[in-house]
């Protein structure tokens, strides 16, 4: 089962080497981890998404919180979110299979940002799962190399995903009672 | 007012209210130390870095402040390491000024340069690296108020040279420290409250588990009146001791791998847990999946990052421990448990049948009958700090704790050395009382070069030697469980009388039990530093012992030997 947090972090030097170090100190394995701006050029936010079926979410967030840079971590997991990842695919084109791929391409409304004479660039937005799917249809092909941002996700609605109160809120409070 | 950053630092630690400073100077830290001469704070030198560090320790915990140590860059900062991993696994508040290169040299690899932050990032609550004076006063501001808050812990301030001769505006702001990322809980939730009255008031053998966080948040009041009112008993972590009276009738002792035998079984006996300020460290829990296993589980911390992460609970409560207990002990009702209370007592008896009182006089000094003895005979009120092994079990077990804050022992590192440059720590806090550290041989040899410490301030500290010639802990372990194979265990010192004697401080060694109260009063007589040699049975062994894999209530008890 995936987990997905979302994590809102001071902007200074070497955060993200707290984070990395947290996670590799307490082994927590990650399956993705995005960083970037927000509107606010002091706070950048993070999507982590953990893989690990054994792994306790609570125990991610609790030790994100000890951090002292770290201002609200939010595991969207349960929530109505958007998640979006962008993906570079370079797949082996020739002009005889250029017309092909770039079909599914718009199938799957990837954007195709660059042409050479036997290799085509396309750009894709999506899931996990879209990504995927069009991965597995260029595969034959001949895919080159890609690349992936990671997850990035955002709740629905109004709602901010912030927490002013941040540390008080204990999902694990009536365990067993 | 405009001052140098070297200057800065100095002022913001007066404004700190910093009294003493331990530490080591060196090329990237001179200009602090030069600025040093010009302000009311004491430095001592210790004769290594990891020795500051403990001493900056030993001053925290005795003295419920901040402890300051500094060291320069490269190798200086490295020998903080272990002083640094002590301080955080026993959430000791310590600040650490290390210098740095200079801003331009950084990632160069000058001379004395090291990653300072990068090496200390997992062992400090929080670290920083400062390149611009115009960023040192609220940088001190700030670490002083992370180590001393929430869970306390160690930080650390790597600074510039060149930061420390930059000249700036000096303004040190007297409001609180607001950071966005970091709120110290204090109330847990109404809900919570209300969930843990239910799970007490059903309870029928409920057992305190009380840790260190009863001691940092200063609940020892509230601990005493939830006990009482829910007629509840209370076993101690090796760090907690003192926070509850050895005298009480609801006092069970030290739980855990070396914990009284009735402690361990009101653990495994218990149906409700309350764990007040601890963390389930595997030297309290034996073998996880037999824990408590019949036990609803409550656990009470600062630290959330602590809940389920040994010990699976079945509630927790968030906040400062002394605020929790305060807003619980309104609300539980007064509850009586006789039945438990004399299973317990039965136990106790079983126990004290084992204790060290009823040997046998056979002509052999014993390391646990010279701790009881100092302990009778300074009527448990010295501050004792230990380092690590046998003889730091035998003073958690002999020299009762009655009160809180005068045992200092590194619990969660295990750090060997500790003892003697903590105890010149504990004393700076204390100058006008008497600080004790009850030694081993192994121990002392990692930190007897701070007897010259002790000897240049003149401090009022006593060294309790525990000479068995052994590193006696390995040592058992190998009798017990390595068939008396003693790899690297036997160990030769000095002769320490003589060692002291070089330093000019004086000895004295006994070998005998009825020369042990001869030599603590001749201690006792003497002011300033003091080293009393026992040369004890070599292959003693601690007990009770949970071996390790086995179930808390698993013991290796000592056998009975009763005088006939």
């Known amino acids: 089962m995936q987990h997905t947090l979302i994590a809102k972090v001071e902007n200074k030097p070497g955060v993200l080497n707290r984070i990395a170090s947290l996670f590799r100190r307490r082994n927590f394995n990650i399956d993705s981890l995005n960083v970037g701006r927000t509107e606010n050029p002091e706070i950048s936010r993070m999507t982590i998404v953990l893989d690990h079926s054994d792994l306790e979410p609570d125990m991610v967030k609790n030790n994100l919180y000890k951090l002292v840079n770290v201002i609200d971590v939010q595991d969207v997991t349960n929530q109505p979110t958007v998640t979006r990842d962008l993906a570079l695919i370079k797949v082996a084109a020739n002009h005889e299979k250029r017309?092909?791929?770039?079909?599914?391409?718009?199938?799957?409304?990837?954007?195709?940002?660059?042409?050479?004479?036997?290799?085509?660039?396309?750009?894709?937005?999506?899931?996990?799962?879209?990504?995927?799917?069009?991965?597995?249809?260029?595969?034959?092909?001949?895919?080159?190399?890609?690349?992936?941002?990671?997850?990035?996700?955002m709740l629905r609605g109004k709602a901010n995903g912030y927490h002013p109160n941040g540390h008080k809120e204990i999902s694990s409070l009536e365990r067993g009672i | 007012?405009?001052?140098?950053?070297?200057?800065?630092?100095?002022?913001?630690?007066?404004?700190?209210?910093?009294?003493?400073?331990?530490?080591?100077?060196?090329?990237?830290?001179?200009?602090?130390?030069?600025?040093?001469?010009?302000?009311?704070?004491?430095?001592?030198?210790?004769?290594?870095?990891?020795?500051?560090?403990?001493?900056?320790?030993?001053?925290?915990?005795?003295?419920?402040?901040?402890?300051?140590?500094?060291?320069?860059?490269?190798?200086?900062?490295?020998?903080?390491?272990?002083?640094?991993?002590?301080?955080?696994?026993?959430s000791s508040p310590v600040v650490y000024i290390t210098g740095q290169v200079a801003s331009s040299l950084i990632g160069g690899d000058a001379f004395q340069e090291t990653d300072v932050t990068g090496i200390t990032l997992p062992i400090t609550k929080h670290n920083y690296l400062v390149t611009s004076a115009a960023q040192l006063a609220e940088t001190i501001r700030e670490a002083f108020y992370i180590a001393r808050s929430g869970r306390p812990g160690p930080v650390l301030i790597d600074i510039c040279k060149d930061t420390q001769f930059e000249k700036v505006w000096f303004e040190y702001s007297e409001e609180e420290v607001v950071l966005p990322g970091y709120k110290p809980p204090l109330h847990a939730t109404?809900?919570?409250?209300?969930?843990?009255?239910?799970?007490?008031?059903?309870?029928?053998?409920?057992?305190?588990?009380?840790?260190?966080?009863?001691?940092?948040?200063?609940?020892?009041?509230?601990?005493?009146?939830?006990a009482e009112k829910t007629q509840t008993p209370v076993a101690l972590t090796?760090?907690?001791?003192?926070?509850?009276?050895?005298?009480?009738?609801?006092?069970?002792?030290?739980?855990?791998?070396?914990?009284?035998?009735?402690?361990?079984?009101?653990?495994?006996?218990?149906?409700?847990?309350?764990?007040?300020?601890?963390?389930f460290d595997d030297r309290v829990t034996g073998t996880l999946h037999t824990y408590a296993a019949r036990a609803r589980k409550i656990h009470v911390d600062i630290d959330s990052s602590e809940f389920n992460k040994n010990v699976?609970?079945?509630?927790?409560?968030?906040?400062?421990?002394?605020?929790?207990?305060?807003?619980?002990?309104?609300?539980?009702p007064k509850l009586q448990h006789p039945e438990w209370l004399e299973q317990i007592q039965a136990w106790k008896q079983e126990s004290a049948q084992r204790d060290i009182l009823y040997w046998e006089q056979n002509g052999k000094l014993h390391a646990a009958h010279v701790i009881h003895d100092f302990w009778k005979q300074s009527l448990g009120e010295k501050i004792v700090t230990t380092g690590v092994g046998q003889h730091q079990m035998w003073t958690a077990q002999y020299y009762v704790q009655e009160k809180p804050y005068r045992l200092i022992t590194s619990g969660g590192a295990g750090s060997m050395g500790f003892g003697t440059p903590s105890a010149l720590g504990a004393w700076f806090?204390?100058?006008?009382?008497?600080?004790?550290?009850?030694?081993?041989?192994?121990?002392?040899?990692?930190s007897l070069n701070?007897?010259?410490?002790?000897?240049?301030?003149?401090?009022?500290?006593?060294?309790?030697?525990?000479?068995?010639?052994?590193?006696?802990?390995?040592?058992?372990?190998?009798?017990?469980?390595?068939?008396?194979?003693?790899?690297?265990?036997?160990?030769?010192?000095?002769?320490?009388?003589?060692?002291?004697?070089?330093?000019?401080?004086?000895?004295?060694?006994?070998n005998q039990r009825d020369q042990i109260n001869g030599a603590l009063e001749m201690a006792q007589r003497t002011y300033g530093p003091v080293l009393i040699e026992?040369?004890?049975?070599?292959?003693?062994?601690?007990?009770?012992?949970?071996?390790s894999g086995a179930a808390l209530d698993e013991m290796l008890l000592r056998p009975i030997k009763v005088n006939a």
């Open chain 2, 534 to 547: 026992f040369q004890v049975e070599p292959e003693d062994c601690v007990y009770p012992m949970v071996p």
């Open chain 2, 450 to 510: 701070e007897l010259a410490t002790l000897k240049q301030e003149n401090a009022n500290v006593k060294i309790l030697l525990i000479n068995n010639g052994f590193l006696g802990m390995v040592r058992q372990w190998q009798e017990f469980f390595f068939d008396k194979r003693y790899a690297a265990t036997p160990i030769t010192g000095p002769d320490f009388v003589k060692l002291a004697q070089a330093y000019d401080v004086p000895s004295i060694a006994v």
């Open chain 2, 312 to 332: 699976k609970v079945d509630l927790t409560l968030l906040g400062d421990l002394q605020t929790v207990l305060a807003d619980l002990n309104p609300i539980v």
């Open chain 1, 99 to 153: 017309h092909e791929i770039t079909n599914l391409a718009s199938i799957f409304r990837a954007n195709v940002i660059d042409v050479a004479s036997d290799s085509i660039i396309l750009e894709i937005t999506g899931t996990v799962d879209k990504i995927e799917s069009l991965m597995e249809l260029l595969r034959p092909f001949g895919i080159i190399e890609m690349v992936t941002t990671g997850q990035v996700a």
């Open chain 2, 429 to 446: 806090a204390n100058p006008d009382k008497e600080v004790w550290t009850i030694e081993g041989d192994g121990s002392f040899q990692m």
């Open chain 2, 190 to 226: 109404k809900q919570s409250l209300d969930a843990a009255v239910k799970l007490i008031q059903n309870a029928k053998r409920p057992v305190i588990l009380a840790g260190h966080g009863v001691l940092m948040s200063g609940a020892m009041g509230e601990l005493a009146e939830f």
């Open chain 2, 1 to 90: 007012m405009y001052l140098t950053g070297a200057e800065v630092v100095m002022e913001s630690l007066v404004r700190e209210g910093v009294e003493v400073i331990f530490g080591y100077p060196g090329g990237a830290n001179m200009p602090i130390y030069d600025a040093m001469m010009n302000y009311p704070i004491k430095h001592v030198l210790t004769r290594h870095e990891q020795g500051a560090a403990f001493a900056a320790d030993g001053y925290a915990r005795a003295s419920g402040k901040v402890g300051v140590a500094m060291a320069t860059s490269g190798p200086g900062a490295t020998n903080l390491v272990t002083g640094i991993t002590t301080a955080m696994m026993d």
């Open chain 2, 238 to 279: 090796l760090l907690g001791l003192g926070a509850f009276p050895a005298g009480h009738p609801y006092h069970l002792g030290m739980m855990g791998m070396h914990g009284t035998a009735h402690a361990n079984f009101a653990i495994q006996n218990a149906d409700l847990i309350l764990a007040f300020g601890m963390r």
